[in-house]
Nanobody, 128 residues
Framework: QVQLVESGGGSVQSGGSLRLSCAASGYTTSILCMGWFRHALGKEREWVAAIDSDGSTSYADSVKGRLTISQEDISQDNATNTLNQRMSNLKPEDKDKYYC?????????????????WGQGNQVTVSS
């Protein structure tokens, strides 16, 4: 099993920046990709970005150029690792609950069916 816990987020003014982190623990050697999704009430879940075990990244057009994701192994035995997201030039439409996800397959990309574990989500609010 793998547990995902998000942190960071919060409130920021339009044009500002913030950072989200996702700590993965448990059987993390099974994880070959990680990603971020966002979801607001009344809207469909939207894929934001993903990173593969080889370090390759992909971004949704809506955030490309404004968001950067990175992954770090914070323990030598790979028992835990952390997915980071830094978003700049935030817009009111970026206001959402952001979810971290992890999958067993490489190239998870934008489809939720390739992700096997999900975090509880962390709220981001952008004021104009």
């Amino acid at each position: 099993q793998v547990q995902l816990v998000e942190s960071g987020g919060g409130s920021v003014q339009s044009g500002g920046s913030l950072r989200l982190s996702c700590a993965a623990s448990g059987y993390t050697t099974s994880i070959l990709c990680m990603g971020w999704f966002r979801h607001a009430l009344g809207k469909e879940r939207e894929w934001v970005a993903a990173i593969d075990s080889d370090g390759s990244t992909s971004y949704a057009d809506s955030v490309k150029g404004r968001l950067t994701i990175s992954q770090e192994d914070i323990s030598q035995d790979n028992a835990t690792n952390t997915l980071n997201q830094r978003m700049s030039n935030l817009k009111p439409e970026d206001k959402d609950k952001y979810y971290c996800a992890a999958g067993w397959s490489r190239g998870c990309g934008r489809e939720t069916r390739w992700y096997n574990y999900w975090g509880q989500g962390n709220q981001v609010t952008v004021s104009s």
